[in-house]
């Protein structure tokens, strides 16, 4: 049979983060390709007392279809939380309930591009929210991410030629760089973005996770003209296995995501929304986040000394004021790819190119990422001691 794909997915391929999670099934490779919290922050026995009681109390509640903007006590909750930050206004915003993030993000691409119009984001950036965007067959247009943001002068060139529906933006603890987009370019972003009729969405999944500096308040917390939509998830700081993410945004532009989320989903797990705002709930959210910190601030500290202490000066890398990931650059010369094979088939340790996050696979780019999350402690000293001999033999001290 000769299947004939629609266009939308044709040029879509795997996530090259999940190829190479395959090597990972190999007991013998450290992985610092993932992703995921670190199991210890996983609150198990709050979410199993949790459970019970939900199921003793109201299992039909969590059984039960639902309704697709989500289940009502969560989404007042977390528009109350978000208000309080300057992040909801109850006048003009709502907020629904999402499959995570990922889903958050499909679905601002879904009710506002078209075929062709032009879709901008930081280069690099999360290749999940990317491949949503190629599924839309939008001219997706990469903005070069320097180390306090999009470059500016960039974004207006880009913004300045038209047709530009929405620019796409990580401002805490990027993924894959772990850079932070600083206050003076949010504002620029912002004011670009006004400037040029662009909506702008903002995805801050990593905002709560912060292990050194100061915050600094949103794009959302800015909009005064209703042109910003601001998206995170329950992922990292309860569990990314419940899949609950939120998005707020203008009433009008809700009012299309529910739309779009029935013909897609219905509605999002009632059981994990309901977990999830019981959690809340339960618990001191600001004493959770801080143990949270606490336990990433550790594996931080730790992987950033020990690439110190091993890894061959050729190999430059940023340190991250919170998230999961470190970004790391080899000589201009080097082939990267080879690297990142030769690490995992060779010396059996799993790294993420740096081309997976590129808006185009093909694009230059000699960076790879580390995530410091998810390996032990004992991983993180091997697997640094393992890649700084790679990188010793391939360029000197």
Not at 302 to 331: A, R
Not at 368 to 381: A, G, K, V
Request: with cysteine; aromatic share 8%; glycine share 6%.
């Amino acid at each position: 049979m000769d299947y004939r794909f629609s266009q939308k997915v044709s040029n879509l391929k795997a996530s090259a983060i999940r190829e190479i999670l395959k090597f990972t099934s190999d007991p013998e490779v450290i992985s610092f390709a993932a992703g995921n919290p670190a199991p210890e922050a996983f609150p198990t026995q709050t979410l199993t007392d949790i459970s019970k009681e939900i199921f003793e109390q109201d299992p039909i509640l969590a059984l039960q279809y639902s309704i697709s903007e989500g289940y009502t006590p969560l989404r007042d909750l977390l528009k109350k939380e978000l208000e309080k930050k300057g992040e909801f206004d109850p006048a003009r915003d709502d907020l629904i309930i999402t499959s995570g993030a990922q889903q958050a993000n499909e679905l601002a691409a879904k009710v506002l591009c078209d075929e062709h119009d032009v879709l901008v984001a930081e280069a690099p950036s999360f290749i999940g929210s990317l491949n949503a965007f190629k599924s839309y067959n939008v001219d997706l247009k990469g903005v070069t991410l320097q180390q306090d943001g999009m470059d500016i002068a960039e974004l207006e060139s880009v913004l300045a030629k038209g047709n530009v529906k929405l620019i796409y933006i990580i401002s805490n603890f990027q993924n894959p760089t772990g850079r932070t987009t600083s206050l003076e370019k949010r504002k620029a972003i912002y004011e670009l973005a006004k400037k040029y009729g662009s909506m702008i969405l903002e995805d801050n999944p990593y905002g709560d996770l912060r292990i050194a500096g100061e915050s600094i308040p949103s794009i959302k917390s800015m909009d005064k003209d209703g042109i910003v939509m601001y998206s995170r998830t329950f992922s990292k700081i309860l569990a990314p296995g419940i899949r609950v993410g939120y998005i707020s945004a203008p009433k009008e532009v809700i009012g299309k995501m529910v739309v779009c989320k029935q013909v897609s989903d219905v509605h999002s797990n009632i059981w994990a929304q309901l977990l999830a705002y019981k959690f809340m709930q339960t618990v001191d959210i600001n004493a959770h986040i801080k143990g949270l910190q606490a336990i990433y601030r550790k594996k931080c500290d730790l992987m950033i000394s020990e690439m110190k202490k091993n890894f061959s000066s050729k190999i430059k890398y940023e340190v991250p004021q919170g998230g999961l990931f470190i970004w790391c650059t080899l000589p201009d010369d080097c082939d990267m790819p080879a690297f990142c094979k030769k690490a995992v088939s060779e010396y059996k340790v799993a790294v993420v190119p740096g081309n997976a996050f590129m808006i185009s696979e093909s694009d230059k780019t000699t960076s790879f990422r580390l995530n410091f999350s998810t390996p032990t402690d004992e991983q993180i000293i091997k697997g640094c001691e393992l890649l700084g001999k790679l990188s010793k033999d391939m360029f000197g001290e």
